[in-house]
Each structure stands twice: as structure tokens, then as C-alpha cells.
């Protein structure tokens, strides 16, 4: 059970802030993170000598957030795409990132499971403990985190981020706070991408943050419609990804994003049927 309300903790705080990140056309910028916490990762490592440690969490979000900074400022300053951009710095990150390991750190054993498919199976495993009071599943309370700053974010600044995702010189134009809130969905972004990304591996996260709000978005046109949808969307391909592996003994992260995509796929079918319909 403690598994399953992980996924589905993960399934929220990401489809909440992949339905921001979709409609601002900057969903390939978690895939950039989820490589950029390797050089994290490492100095973590050559501090505390130990894979088990909390600090692997704040320097993987130090260098994640830092890349993040490093793309924005490129991408204000030099004439290439933002795609481009952020090709360019997560491959660097993560180039040095393998270099640390190779020369400086060769007894760290960072394998595809850590770090491409994510160990979900075993996040129960690893608790929280508080003056020797275990409190649960560590990730639990780091994904819970996420979840109450997402949520508080978007219902604070819904109206907010509405109008600047939409027509961002507008939103400008009236006095909204724009930088403050594009630095809050980086640092939220990031903030949640490092934190699954613990538990899930690469490409789970990115199947969170990017699946359901594209389905979403073939939904809706609103942004409350899209962030319904993603995370309803999230939340079924959670549940029935998780049965299905529990079922076949399969990969709970590739069942689950697996699902999500048949239903992507499914609701792209139905709509492209009605509309064939309708003109029929």
C-alpha cells in the first residue's frame, strides 16, 4: 500500500506542474534535469561517502537548479532555440557529471535501475527516522512536500498564471509578477523533478510530467481543464499501471508509463473518431 500512495503522490505533483511546463512548451527541461543531478550526486558523495545520506537530495537539486538558471540566462543571450539550449547545458552537466564518477568516484555504483527506471519497488525500504521515531517511507514525506507546494502554488497564483501562460507580454503589460513566477515554476519544477527522481528514475519522471498533460490538453483548452485532466489522467495510469505490474510482476515505473501512453493514445483515437464522425 505504501507503495502505491507513492506513485500516486508522484503522479500528482507531477502532472500538476507538467500541465505549466506542457502548455509553456518546455517539457523536454525534465529531461535536462533529470540528467543535470549527476554532478550533484557525486560531490554529494565525495562529501558524505555514503549513497544513503539526505544531502544527496539538496546537492542534486543544487546542480539541477543551477542548469535550470545556466538555460534560462542562454537562452535570453544567444540566437538558438530554447530546445538547443537546453541540449547543450544537460549534456554537459551530465558529461561532467560521468567524468567526477570516472575519475574521482569510480566505487559509486549508480546502475540503470538507479538511475533510468528508478527503484520504486523498494522505496518503502528507505524511512524517515526523527529522534528514533520511524515516521514511514522517506519518500512519502518528500513527495507529500511537493504535493502541498504545488497545489498551494497553483490555487494561490491560479488567475496569475492563467493569463501569463497564455499572453505572457500581456501579463507583463498589467504589472503581474512574471519574473517571480517563472522562477517559482523552475524552482518547483526542479524541486519535484529531483524528488521523484530519487524514487522513480529518469523516465518515469518524465512520463509523469509530460503524458498526462498532453492528454489533458486534448481535453481542454483551459488551464483548469488541463490540470483536472492531467492529474485524473495521472492518477488512473498510476492505479492500473501499478495492478498490471503487480499482476505480471513487471516494472511498476515502465507499467505505469506504459498506461499512460495507451491512454494518451486512446484518447487521441476517440477524438480523431468523433471528429471523422461528425463530418461523416
Same mark, same amino acid.
Given at each position: 500500500?505504501?507503495?502505491?500512495?507513492?506513485?500516486?503522490?508522484?503522479?500528482?505533483?507531477c502532472?500538476?506542474?507538467? +500541465?505549466?511546463?506542457?502548455?509553456?512548451?518546455?517539457?523536454?527541461?525534465?529531461?535536462a534535469?533529470? =540528467?543535470?543531478?549527476?554532478?550533484?550526486?557525486?560531490?554529494?558523495?565525495?562529501?558524505?561517502?555514503?549513497?544513503?545520506?539526505?544531502f &544527496?537530495?539538496?546537492?542534486?537539486?543544487?546542480?539541477?537548479?543551477?542548469a535550470?538558471?545556466i538555460?534560462?540566462?542562454?537562452?535570453?543571450?544567444?540566437?538558438?532555440?530554447k530546445?538547443s539550449?537546453?541540449?547543450?547545458? &544537460?549534456?554537459?552537466?551530465?558529461?561532467?557529471?560521468?567524468?567526477?564518477?570516472?575519475?574521482?568516484?569510480?566505487?559509486? =555504483?549508480?546502475?540503470?535501475? +538507479?538511475?533510468?527506471?528508478?527503484?520504486?519497488?523498494?522505496?518503502?525500504?528507505n524511512?524517515?527516522?526523527?529522534?528514533?521515531?520511524?515516521?514511514?517511507?522517506r519518500a512519502?514525506?518528500?513527495?507529500?512536500v511537493?504535493?502541498?507546494?504545488?497545489?498551494?502554488?497553483?490555487?494561490?497564483?491560479?488567475?496569475?498564471?492563467?493569463?501569463?501562460?497564455?499572453?505572457?507580454?500581456?501579463?507583463?503589460?498589467?504589472?503581474?509578477p512574471?519574473? &517571480?513566477l517563472?522562477?517559482?515554476?523552475?524552482?518547483?519544477?526542479?524541486?519535484?523533478?529531483?524528488? +521523484?527522481?530519487?524514487?522513480m528514475?529518469?523516465?518515469?519522471?518524465?512520463?509523469l &510530467?509530460?503524458?498526462?498533460?498532453?492528454?489533458?490538453?486534448?481535453?481542454?483548452?483551459?488551464?483548469?481543464?488541463?490540470?483536472?485532466?492531467?492529474v485524473?489522467?495521472?492518477?488512473?495510469?498510476?492505479?492500473?499501471?501499478f495492478?498490471? +505490474?503487480?499482476?505480471?510482476?513487471?516494472?511498476?515505473?515502465?507499467?505505469?508509463?506504459?498506461?499512460?501512453?495507451?491512454?494518451f493514445?486512446?484518447?487521441?483515437?476517440?477524438?480523431?473518431?468523433?471528429?471523422?464522425?461528425?463530418?461523416?
Open positions: 500500500m505504501s507503495i502505491l500512495i507513492i506513485v500516486f503522490l508522484a503522479a500528482i505533483s502532472s500538476l506542474l507538467g +500541465a505549466l511546463v506542457f502548455l509553456r512548451r518546455e517539457a523536454m527541461l525534465v529531461d534535469i533529470s =540528467h543535470a543531478v549527476l554532478p550533484g550526486i557525486v560531490v554529494a558523495f565525495l562529501i558524505v561517502s555514503s549513497l544513503s545520506s539526505p &544527496f537530495m539538496v546537492f542534486a537539486f543544487l546542480f539541477a537548479f543551477l535550470v538558471m538555460m534560462k540566462f542562454l537562452a535570453t543571450r544567444i540566437r538558438v532555440s530546445e539550449v537546453i541540449g547543450i547545458v &544537460f549534456t554537459a552537466f551530465f558529461a561532467i557529471g560521468v567524468l567526477m564518477i570516472s575519475r574521482v568516484a569510480g566505487n559509486v =555504483h549508480l546502475d540503470q535501475d +538507479a538511475v533510468i527506471y528508478g527503484s520504486v519497488e523498494f522505496a518503502g525500504f524511512r524517515l527516522e526523527l529522534f528514533g521515531v520511524d515516521l514511514g517511507p512519502i514525506w518528500s513527495l507529500g511537493a504535493v502541498l507546494l504545488n497545489f498551494g502554488f497553483v490555487t494561490l497564483f491560479y488567475k496569475e498564471l492563467k493569463t501569463m501562460i497564455f499572453d505572457e507580454k500581456f501579463a507583463v503589460s498589467i504589472g503581474m512574471v519574473r &517571480f517563472n522562477f517559482m515554476i523552475l524552482f518547483l519544477v526542479t524541486l519535484t523533478a529531483v524528488v +521523484a527522481f530519487e524514487v528514475g529518469s523516465i518515469m519522471v518524465l512520463g &510530467f509530460a503524458l498526462p498533460a498532453a492528454g489533458g490538453y486534448l481535453l481542454s483548452r483551459s488551464l483548469m481543464g488541463v490540470l483536472v485532466y492531467a485524473l489522467m495521472g492518477l488512473v495510469g498510476s492505479l492500473l499501471g495492478w498490471w +505490474a503487480f499482476a505480471g510482476d513487471l516494472s511498476i515505473g515502465g507499467a505505469v508509463i506504459t498506461v499512460l501512453g495507451g491512454i493514445v486512446m484518447i487521441w483515437g476517440l477524438l480523431r473518431f468523433m471528429l471523422w464522425f461528425r463530418k461523416g
